[in-house]
């Protein structure tokens, strides 16, 4: 027997209605099928139903437990995503009887220091870590250190710090690169930059990143879409690849690219 949390979209169209249909079927075959789980503990397998954000919600759930998620899109996009909606069954079939992959995708850890000295930590993220102006605020400058050795000073509306999955997600946005999940790095985008510091960076996994904000303007930082802590002159965010990897489960072979292109609309080679 398999203890499956099914977690699902309140507002989404058919969300509760699937989320039913999981539920029978896995209790129809013997399994425990939690709704709505508060944690991870004793779970198998987390259902997620929904789009990215419900799926970043799960993953926040499941936090560094081990369990996998699966994605069923519910959504628009859905690049977290794994099945469509009327494939949401045979997914949980599947990756039950272990007709699955199962891939692990790093996170970014981040804290600020204060001014005063005290430390704020701000947990781990899958997808970025931002550092974005406040609204109708003043310009940005900060100061970037990598592996604890100076880099730039620069102005701009933000800076974002991302991981892989995240390369595809607010870092694309901003023209950054498209990297392999399956690496543990960091990719560091300027937003709006206003000097010839424009281009993307992409750090090994033991380089570190300080965001030392100074003089004028006062931002926040925002962490997987969620906005958080004001942050402003004499504080540094630290963010580094983080300690936990989060497991999520794919049922096609195709390489990651292959999957990129099809959710782009590319030509085809």
């Known amino acids: 027997m398999k203890r499956v949390g099914i977690l699902h979209h309140h507002a989404r169209p058919r969300s509760a209605e699937l989320s039913a249909e999981v539920a029978a079927w896995l209790e129809q075959r013997g399994h425990e099928a939690v709704a709505g789980p508060q944690t991870a503990d004793g ?29 069923v899109n519910l959504g628009r996009l859905g690049f977290l995503t794994e099945a ?46 931002s550092v974005e102006r406040a609204v109708g605020g003043k310009l940005i400058y900060m100061a970037l250190t990598i592996a604890g050795q100076p880099f730039t000073r620069f102005g701009a509306d933000g800076l974002i710090v991302a991981t892989p999955t995240g390369s595809t997600a607010y870092a694309f946005s901003m023209r950054g690169p498209v990297v392999a999940t399956g690496l543990r790095s960091l990719v560091v985008v300027a937003v709006g930059a206003h000097n010839l510091f424009d281009r993307p960076l992409v750090l090994s996994p033991d380089q570190d990143v300080e965001v030392a904000l100074e003089a004028r303007g006062t931002g926040v930082v925002v962490t997987d879409g969620r906005p958080g802590a004001e942050i ?12 936990s990897v989060v497991r999520l489960v794919r049922l096609s072979p195709d390489s990651f690219f292959t999957r990129v292109a099809r959710r782009f609309g590319l030509p085809q080679a």
């Not at 779970?43 to 998620?69: F, Q």
């Not at 949980?92 to 005290?118: H, K, P």
């Not at 402003?232 to 300690?243: C, F, I, Q, T």
Request: charged share 25%; net charge negative; glycine share 16%.
């Open 43 to 71: 779970l198998d397998l987390l259902v997620v139903l929904g789009g990215d954000g419900t799926m970043l919600h799960g993953i926040r759930l499941v936090g560094s437990s081990g369990v996998p998620v699966l994605g």
């Open 84 to 129: 469509a909606a009327d494939e949401a069954v045979d997914a949980v079939e599947r990756t039950l009887n272990g007709d699955c992959f199962i891939d692990e995708r790093s996170t970014v850890e981040a804290w600020i220091e204060r001014g005063s000295g005290a430390r704020e930590l701000l947990g781990e993220a899958i997808n970025e870590v």
């Open 232 to 243: 402003g002159e004499g504080d540094v965010l630290h963010a580094r690849v983080g300690p």
